[in-house]
């Protein structure tokens, strides 16, 4: 694609409040405040300066002159891979954390992750030297060109798809490791059990009562809320495209939280040092929980993934689409077809997830007992064919899980944007960084297309039906 169609249009640089005040007070006076909208526009703290926050448009008269200077070069990227050969060959955790920064700072994105994959590194390194081998292959990724669209892990992902295809079990990574106090997760619901079973290991660095994990302050603060996956970090290739079941983890700021300056050269170790991470605890601690959830999976025999919280979120997004499908018939059927109602309640897809929840339930309680069999019942050597079968089980078991996301992705992916092929997952079609669930089919209810919306919910309902197949019996 030639430059000129790919280059953005619209020049965006963060500023200092010193340099935004001029342009604000030229607004004052003109158009609606701010005040007037809904409480996502409130709480600007410039009255005093006076700035009194309404939106334009500027008068005619004020205009600014700006000259945007961009050298645009070719340049190679380099990822810095490293692997710790598993047992298990055809089983493999991908770990990953960007260390491009957007500016020259970049103290909290990424380098508070790139501190804690370093770490991680060395912890592994040193069991390594103690004689330990994991039963399943590492893979450690330094991704460049995260901060210029995804690069490094997006064309790392595409050269490799067939080997991750074949024997990639889950993505995770860690992108800013901490910029304040305040658990945060995004995660495909496979990996919730996980996750959340980790947090409850390690001790958090808020220990107003004593004793108490990170689980226990997450729980606390937000209920112990896991996000949707979306976009903006290295887990998109993985999860929108390959199908690879991924999670994202790290700390983030509190409503009582020093101002981060994200992406600007403020996001510098200073601030780490006096706001961020004041004694480097969350570092630490985002640290021993990332390698934690690294060892669980790739040390248990069966795989610690739970299909049935796939299940029940499929089940909570569609209701989600449910209240859109039925405020579209309730406010303006004159946009869909022929001014017909759309069957808010999706009654093949209904179906679809109710199988693949029986489906899954039948799964994890077979994983399950599998799980506890090899904790409880070790086998003498020389019943080595009750070895093959309980391994030829174990590979069973555990291949399910590891093809249930690729389950869900379309091949032509959604429309006007193909690359994303994940039926469940991708990020918002025009908010980027937040996730969308049911894509295609929100999308299309969006846009008030009854040909499309039925569409959708045909392609997913096949894709629920074949995920719930393939955890079946063979």
């Known amino acids: 694609m030639p430059a000129e169609h790919a280059i953005p249009s619209i020049p965006s640089i963060p500023i200092s409040y010193l340099d935004a005040l001029p342009l604000l007070q030229a607004l004052n006076g003109h158009g609606p405040k701010a005040s007037s909208f809904n409480k996502y526009w409130q709480g600007g703290g410039l009255g005093y300066k006076n700035v009194s926050y309404n939106i334009g448009p500027s ?28 047992t298990i060959s055809d089983q493999v955790v991908v770990v990953g954390n960007h260390r491009d920064a957007w500016i020259a700072g970049g103290a909290g994105d990424p380098n508070s992750g790139s501190a804690a994959l370093n770490e991680v590194i060395r912890s592994f390194g040193a069991a390594l030297k103690k004689g330990w081998k994991p039963l399943r292959t590492i893979v450690f990724a330094s991704w460049d060109g995260e901060e210029y669209g995804l690069i490094g892990s997006t064309e790392w992902v595409e050269e490799y798809l067939p080997w991750l295809n074949a024997s990639a079990v889950a993505y995770l990574n860690v992108d800013v490791g901490t910029d304040g106090p305040q658990f945060e997760v995004r995660s495909a619901p496979l990996l919730n059990k996980a996750v959340t079973d980790v947090t409850g290991l390690v001790l ?81 601690t985002v640290t021993k929980l990332w390698a934690l959830l690294i060892a669980k999976i790739s040390e248990s025999p069966v795989l610690p993934f739970n299909a049935t919280d796939y299940a029940n979120a499929l ?58 069999d090899v904790a409880t019942r070790p086998i003498p050597w020389w019943k080595f064919w009750e070895w093959l079968r309980r391994n030829a089980k174990l590979t069973e078991i555990n291949t399910k899980y590891k093809n249930l996301e690729r389950a869900l992705l379309y091949e032509d992916g959604l429309d006007g944007r193909p690359w994303f092929k994940h039926v469940v997952f991708a990020p918002g079609l025009w908010t980027g960084y937040s996730g969308a669930t049911f894509p295609g089919l929100v999308e299309a209810l969006d846009a008030g297309n009854l040909t499309n919306i039925y569409r959708w919910e045909g392609i997913i309902t096949g894709l629920v039906h074949k995920a719930a197949s393939s955890l079946g019996p063979k």
């Open 204 to 284: 958090s660095p808020n220990q107003t009562v004593v004793g108490q994990t990170v689980k226990d302050v997450w729980q606390a603060v937000s209920g112990g809320r896991i996000a949707v996956m979306g976009s903006g970090s290295d887990f998109t290739a993985f999860q929108d495209f390959a199908g690879v079941t991924s999670a994202d983890i790290g700390f983030g700021p509190s409503k009582s939280s020093a101002v981060y300056h994200y992406h600007s050269n403020y996001d510098s170790f200073s601030w780490m040092e006096k706001y961020g991470d004041p004694g480097w605890h969350y570092h630490a």
């Open 59 to 86: 008068p005619d008269s004020v205009q600014i002159n700006l000259v945007n200077q961009q050298e645009y070069v070719t340049t190679p990227m380099w990822n810095v891979i490293g692997i710790i050969n598993g």
């Open 315 to 372: 089940q909570t997004y569609l209701l989600s689409a449910r209240k859109k499908a039925e405020k579209l018939n309730n406010s303006t059927t004159a946009n869909l077809s022929g001014g017909q109602l759309i069957n808010a309640t999706f009654p093949s897809l209904t179906i679809a997830i109710e199988h693949l929840k029986a489906s899954s339930q039948a799964h994890d309680a077979e994983a399950l007992a599998l799980a506890l």
